[in-house]
């Protein structure tokens, strides 16, 4: 199988006909469920993802008092790719989740004071949820575009007078996000570098490169993935490609 | 839920529906193409997706039967899909005995006998729901088994009933489950046997209403049975045959 991708790759061509650096088609879809805070839906050529946005008031952090609290977690469930097993999440899991959080915490995406309700004894809890549905590869830039995608449509909910959360009643106050940020991964098979891959060319990828960065195409986060290596003029080639891209991705938001 | 040991009235129900009414129903097949089969049964706000893989490999070896296959459902909501708090992550004691009672349903349908030593996998996953969870979950499997090409015998259609102060109704939702204190009676039913694969109760029903329940409740399957039917046969019909 490896053999075979190259031997494509080495011709200038890929499973699907694409280039190499050619995205397949983004479509972003804004509160897929109703039980959310905030919602989203992102399909990557076949590849589908759903994030959703939980909110809830929470003791902030001992060290960060007055700050609210974000986590980021990725469910690559068993529905969506033969190669996922029911049970805790395993490495790949993880990674996929750390790798998104690193992008929306380094770039600041929200601003965290103003999730502060009572220093040091209430403030929200920001809690990003993103599940695959098909996993036609890529699922680092669906599941990044997923996370972002549901903040922008997350909502408060309303807080009755005893200070609990009435998640039946939702305000219209919007999740404090100050920053879009985009990740794009660029991964190598051989001495080409590629974008968007395909399960097939994720299987046989050499290095992988997740690049996020913030509006104003600031680097916020980076992370290199596979047992393989980038040559200097290879990263910053992936750098620009990324940035580059990272336009298409932000047409889809809007 | 429980019902509540003060019965509020309830003279007619709060979205205007009548009291055999189905929410808003909608099917689709063919949704995961990663999957050999998948389906999505929507009814009000609830979802849910369903995708099969198989019948393949059963790990671990020692579950294998060599006298048939087995059928392996896994019901699980997605933590953002509950109203209230996030659901953790992972499964828990309701998510078993619904994945369980999930498998006890479709059975009837299927004969694995053919592919010895395998597993049929069911994966049921909710984006979003409004009680009546399990059932949308068991119409979308059907549907998704249907879509694998599994050899089966009938679909099966799933449905919620309620009973309250005397009144028999179809479909409750999450406020007439939670905050009403409605009976909830979760059924599926395969119509060309005219059997009952899923009965549960919560709540108190008198057993002179039983069979009206059960009656109501055919009905109304053979409504999502039908839109189960459409939806196969649309995907069936789009796909290309190449020769």
Redesign the interface.
């Known amino acids: 199988m490896k053999d075979n991708i190259l031997k494509y790759i080495v011709k200038g061509m890929r499973y699907d006909r694409r280039k190499f650096d050619e995205y397949r088609t983004v479509t972003v879809e804004y509160g897929?469920?109703?039980?959310?805070?905030g919602?989203a839906r992102v399909r990557i050529g076949?590849t589908?993802v759903?994030a959703?946005?939980?909110l809830?008031l929470e003791k902030p952090y001992p060290d960060t008092p007055s700050q609210g609290n974000l986590m980021i977690?990725a469910?690559l469930?068993?529905?969506?790719?033969?190669l996922f097993e029911?049970g805790?999440?395993g490495e790949q899991a993880i990674e996929l989740s750390r790798v998104i959080d690193r992008g929306i915490r380094e770039s600041k995406a929200i601003d965290l004071t103003k999730l502060c309700v009572k220093e040091g004894e209430k403030v929200w809890s920001v809690?990003v949820?993103i599940?695959t549905?098909?996993?036609?590869g890529n699922l680092f830039d669906a599941g990044a575009l997923a996370a972002i995608a549901a903040l922008k449509n997350a909502v408060f909910p309303t807080v009755k007078e005893d200070g609990s959360?009435d998640?039946?009643k939702k305000t219209d106050k919007h999740v404090p996000l100050v920053q879009t940020p985009i990740a794009i991964t660029v991964i190598k098979i051989g001495d080409q570098l590629i974008i968007d891959p395909l399960p097939e060319e994720e299987a046989a990828l050499d290095a992988r490169l997740t690049i996020a960065f913030n509006d104003a195409n600031m680097l916020c986060a980076m992370q290199k993935g596979g047992p393989g290596y980038f040559t200097t003029e290879e990263l910053i080639q992936a750098a620009d490609i990324a940035i580059e891209k990272g336009k298409e991705l932000r047409r889809a938001l809007d | 839920m429980a019902a509540k040991a003060v019965k509020i009235d309830y003279p007619k129900r709060h979205d205007g529906r009548n009291w055999e009414d189905l929410r808003e129903i909608e099917a689709k097949v063919g949704i995961i193409p990663r999957a050999d089969g998948s389906a999505m049964f929507r009814i009000g706000h609830t979802v849910a997706y369903a995708a099969v893989y198989g019948p393949r490999e059963l790990h671990p070896k020692f579950m294998q039967n060599p006298e048939t296959g087995i059928l392996r459902c896994r019901y699980n909501m997605m933590p953002f899909s509950g109203h209230g708090e996030r659901v953790r992550p992972g499964t828990s004691r309701r998510s078993q005995e619904i994945s369980m009672l999930t498998s006890k349903a479709l059975m009837p349908v299927l004969d694995l006998k053919e592919c010895p030593n395998s597993v049929v996998d069911v994966f049921i996953e909710l984006p979003e729901t409004d009680a009546g969870t399990r059932c949308a979950g068991i119409t979308a499997a059907a549907m998704a088994l249907a879509d694998a090409g599994l050899v089966m015998k009938d679909l099966v259609a799933s449905l919620s009933m309620g009973h309250y102060n005397g009144r028999i109704m179809a479909d409750i939702d999450g406020y007439e489950d939670c905050d009403v204190g409605i009976s909830d009676i979760p059924l599926a039913y395969i119509p060309t046997l005219d059997k009952f694969s899923l009965l549960q109760l919560d709540g108190d029903v008198p057993k002179e209403d039983l069979m009206k329940i059960l009656t109501i409740a055919k009905k109304k399957a053979m409504d999502i049975y039908k839109v189960q039917q459409q939806a196969l046969k649309a995907k069936f019909a789009t796909e290309k045959v190449e020769r």
């Open positions: 897929v469920s109703h039980a959310a805070e919602s076949e589908e759903i959703g946005v939980k809830s977690n469910e469930t068993p529905m969506s790719s033969p029911t805790p999440p809690m949820d599940v549905v098909n996993d036609a959360v998640y039946a």
